[in-house]
């Protein structure tokens, strides 16, 4: 398989872009949150007004991604969308969860629910930008990322689409971070949200994807295999690859259960 990267949009604590997240390797320390503010360049405040923080940074993430790998000229049914994502948008889900305590199922807020649901993100990204090719959601933990790249070259070798934005999205949420804490787990709690342009060119401008593998019996051998890291914390590893010339070496994802994914890239043609 092959499927050549022709744009990066990348959104996370460390800023935007992929020359900050090339700046925050040497950064021991980061905040928490990532700031999406830079939205308003795309989008106004009343379009905005009831977008959650999570299909803000999936928004910002997919329209980086669309300005940095020319979709000029391609029609919106002929893009496709892929959102792949571990824990979906949690702090929304809380707020469901609390209304649901505080009120009753039967008077549970509506907004926090609809707001709750993982493929709100994507259904944001497709509504607000007019998009109306095919639209996904995966949402299989560490493997989401692998499952979602994996669906992206199927739909290209098929012409379904000509191209696809495929992106990881992960919130942070404290109740998330002190769970895993009193489970003494490696969950990954940070956020962020990383899209690329993909298509079926012979050459992307950052390098190609030259292979994506998942399997569920022994791992192949990595000398820095991603234990149980999310999507989003997994597609930052791919980005971090891209920026630095990192090619060829398979980035292996594993969960606790002995599910695996390998991912592999390629230089630029």
Request: with cysteine; glycine share 8%; aromatic share 6%.
């Given at each position: 398989m092959r499927l050549a990267i022709d744009g990066l949009g990348l959104v996370g604590p460390f800023g935007l872009g992929s020359g900050a997240l090339q700046a925050a390797q040497n950064v021991s320390a980061m905040p928490a949150q990532a700031d999406v503010?830079?939205?308003?360049r795309f989008f106004n405040k009343?379009?905005?007004?009831?977008?959650?923080?999570?299909?803000?940074l999936a928004l910002l993430g997919a329209t980086l991604a669309v300005e940095d790998g020319c979709f000029a000229g391609i029609a919106k049914e002929r893009i496709g969308l892929i959102l792949a994502t571990g824990h979906g948008p949690v702090a929304t889900t809380f707020d469901f969860l609390d209304s649901m305590h505080e009120f009753g199922a039967k008077l549970a807020s509506p907004t926090a629910f609809s707001?709750?649901?993982h493929n709100v993100a994507a259904s944001t990204i497709s509504i607000m930008s007019g998009y109306t090719g095919p639209c996904l959601t995966v949402n299989q933990f560490a493997m989401s990322w692998a499952s979602a790249l994996l669906t992206a070259w199927c739909w290209l070798?098929?012409?379904?689409?000509?191209?696809?934005?495929?992106?990881?999205?992960d919130e942070y949420q404290p109740l998330l971070v002190e769970a895993a804490r009193q489970a003494d787990s490696p969950l990954a709690t940070g956020e962020g949200a990383v899209f690329l342009a993909l298509s079926a060119a012979q050459s992307g401008r950052y390098g190609m994807i030259t292979d994506v593998a998942m399997g569920n019996l022994a791992p192949p051998a990595s000398p820095s295999p991603l234990p149980y890291e999310l999507p989003a914390g997994q597609a930052f590893t791919l980005a971090a690859a891209l920026v630095?010339?990192?090619?060829?070496?398979p980035l292996v994802a594993t969960e606790p259960d002995g599910a695996w994914s390998t991912i592999t890239l390629g230089p630029p043609l």
């Open positions: 503010a830079e939205l308003a009343r379009e905005l007004r009831r977008v959650s923080h999570f299909c803000r707001t709750s649901i070798a098929e012409s379904r689409v000509e191209r696809v934005l495929v992106g990881a999205v630095n010339g990192a090619f060829g070496q």
